[in-house]
């Protein structure tokens, strides 16, 4: 089992940064590919970034290349989302998650092994 806490969301106007934290605990934190989620009200689920165990690939959705970062800290045990340059369309729950298949393959689905929470980003206008 992977216990996965969020922590760092809030409201934001439009331009601002925020960062999101996700610290895991459990099994070996560094075995997984770490990633965030986001679901807007009435939308689907959307898979917007994801790190490789080692850190060495990153992935990100198309609407957030150039302005969110994730990054890892295996001796932390803590994933992180650096969100600049926020949009109102970015406002959702954005879930941490945790998945034992390689990065490559996992960002072709939209679901996770293990699943944080959930944190509120809410950007105004």
């Known amino acids: 089992q992977v216990q996965l806490v969020e922590s760092g969301g809030g409201l934001v106007q439009a331009g601002g940064s925020l960062r999101l934290s996700c610290a895991a605990s459990g099994r070996t934190f560094s075995s997984y590919a770490m990633g965030w989620f986001r679901q807007a009200p009435g939308k689907e689920r959307e898979f917007v970034a994801a790190i490789a165990w080692s850190g060495g690939s990153t992935y990100y959705k198309d609407s957030v290349k150039g302005r969110f970062t994730i990054s890892r800290d295996n001796a932390k045990n803590t994933v992180y989302l650096q969100m600049n340059s926020l949009k109102p369309e970015d406002t959702a729950v954005y879930y941490c998650?945790?998945?034992?298949?390689?990065?490559?393959?996992?960002?072709?689905?939209?679901?996770?092994?293990?699943w944080g929470q959930g944190t509120q980003v809410t950007v105004s206008s």
């Open positions: 998650a945790a998945d034992s298949r390689i990065l490559g393959i996992w960002v072709s689905y939209n679901n996770a092994d293990y």
